[in-house]
C-alpha cells in the first residue's frame, strides 16, 4: 500500500523504472555482499525519489487545455476529474 501511494501519476513505464532502479540496487548490493539481496520495499521507495513520474507534464498540458478550450462545457468532466484529483 505504502507503494501505491508514492506512485499516484506515474505510468505503467514510470513504474517499471523504479522496479528496474531498485533491482540494480540490490543487484549491487549482492555483488559486494556476495550475498544474495531481495528487492525490499525500501529499495522502491528509495528508487521512487530517483524516478519522477513522466505523466505530469502530460496532465498539466492536457488541464490547460480543458481549461481554456471549454467554451462549449465539452472537457467539464475532465475538468471535474483534475479538480476531483486535487490537480
Known amino acids: ?3 501505491a501511494k508514492n506512485t499516484d501519476k506515474y505510468s505503467g513505464a514510470d513504474i517499471k523504472g523504479i ?3 531498485a533491482s540494480k540496487t540490490a543487484i549491487k548490493m549482492a ?3 556476495g550475498k544474495i539481496v531481495p ?3 525500501e529499495h522502491l521507495l528509495d528508487a521512487i525519489k530517483v524516478v519522477k513520474p513522466s505523466t505530469y507534464e ?4 492536457a488541464k490547460n487545455y480543458a481549461t481554456y478550450s471549454n467554451q462549449s462545457g465539452i472537457y467539464d468532466e475532465v475538468l471535474n476529474y483534475f479538480n ?3 490537480f
Open 1 to 3: 500500500m505504502l507503494i
Open 19 to 21: 522496479c528496474d532502479t
Open 31 to 33: 555483488i559486494q555482499s
Open 39 to 41: 528487492i525490499t520495499t
Open 58 to 61: 502530460w496532465l498539466r498540458m
Open 84 to 86: 476531483s484529483i486535487g
